[in-house]
Every structure is written in C-alpha cells, then in structure tokens.
C-alpha cells in the first residue's frame, strides 16, 4: 500500500507541476521585458481557464500534503 501512495505522490507532483506552469503570471516578469509586452495580450488566457487553474491548483496542493503526511506516518510506524 505503501509503494501504491508513493506512485500516486509522484503522480501529483507532475500534475501539481504542470497546472502551476499552466496559469499565466500576475505580471509579465522577464517575457514583458525581453518582448515589450506587445504580444502578451494576443496570448491573453481567458479569465474563466485561469480560475480553474486556480481552484485545480489548491485541491491538488491538498491532495499533496495528505498523501505526503500519510506516507510519512506509515513508514516510521508500520503496521
């Protein structure tokens, strides 16, 4: 069972990494200075797909500290 969560922990890592890289930034950050910022607003995400990121994000950052808290409390007390 033990090995099953550690899959099931990496599993949301990648995913955890791939939503987070998804949403689009506060601000522009080095792309807005390297580029001028003018094609920013073509590449604009709609605003519905950036919340969605968000609240995907928050359930799978949760996901992750259980997982994670559960792995650590069955391998220093096995059963």
Same mark, same amino acid.
């Not at 073509?42 to 997982?67: C, E, H, M, Q, Y």
């Not at 559960?70 to 007390?77: G, Q, V």
């Given at each position: 069972?033990?090995?099953?969560?550690? $899959?099931?922990? !990496?599993?949301?890592? $990648?995913?955890? $990494?791939? !939503?987070?890289?998804?949403?689009?930034?506060?601000?522009?950050?080095?792309?807005?200075?390297?580029?001028?910022?003018? *094609?920013?607003? =073509?590449? @604009?995400? %709609?605003?519905?797909? *950036?919340?969605?990121?968000? @609240? !995907?994000? $928050? !359930?799978?950052?949760?996901?992750?500290?259980?997982?994670?808290?559960?792995?650590?409390?069955?391998? =220093?007390? %096995?059963?």
């Amino acid at each position: 069972m033990l090995a099953a969560a550690k $899959v099931v922990l !990496v599993i949301l890592c $990648v995913l955890l $990494v791939t !939503v987070i890289l998804l949403q689009s930034g506060r601000s522009a950050g080095l792309s807005g200075v390297i580029t001028g910022g003018s *094609d920013q607003a =073509n590449t @604009r995400k %709609p605003k519905g797909l *950036d919340s969605l990121l968000g @609240r !995907v994000t $928050v !359930v799978l950052a949760i996901f992750f500290f259980l997982l994670t808290l559960f792995i650590a409390y069955f391998s =220093n007390h %096995p059963h």
